[in-house]
């Protein structure tokens, strides 16, 4: 990052970064789920496309907002670490 950039202004440049992102996989877990309970006679690939993205969005989203982004955050917290 840049020399004399504060640190809350990188955690802010860390989260407007990721905001958006993170919002699309929660609202694409969403529907995901949604659909086998608002039509659970829906097609098996349907079915499996849902469960499939569900899955995979569930992981994403485990492991982008938690393990990642707070060791980012503890990375900008921390002086002179090599994450930054």
Do not use: K
Not at 8 to 18: A, D, G, P, V
Request: hydrophobic share 50%; aromatic share 8%; proline share 7%.
């Amino acid at each position: 990052m840049l020399r004399g950039v504060s640190r809350r202004q990188r955690i802010e440049q860390w989260e407007r970064i990721t905001e958006w992102p993170l919002m699309v996989a929660a609202v694409l877990f969403l529907v995901a789920h949604a659909v086998p309970i608002l039509d659970p006679t829906g097609s098996a690939l349907l079915l499996g496309l849902c469960r499939w993205a569900s899955w995979i969005t569930w992981l994403l989203l485990r492991n982008r907002s938690r393990r990642p982004d707070y060791a980012r955050r503890a990375a900008i917290l921390l002086p002179h670490s090599p994450l930054v």
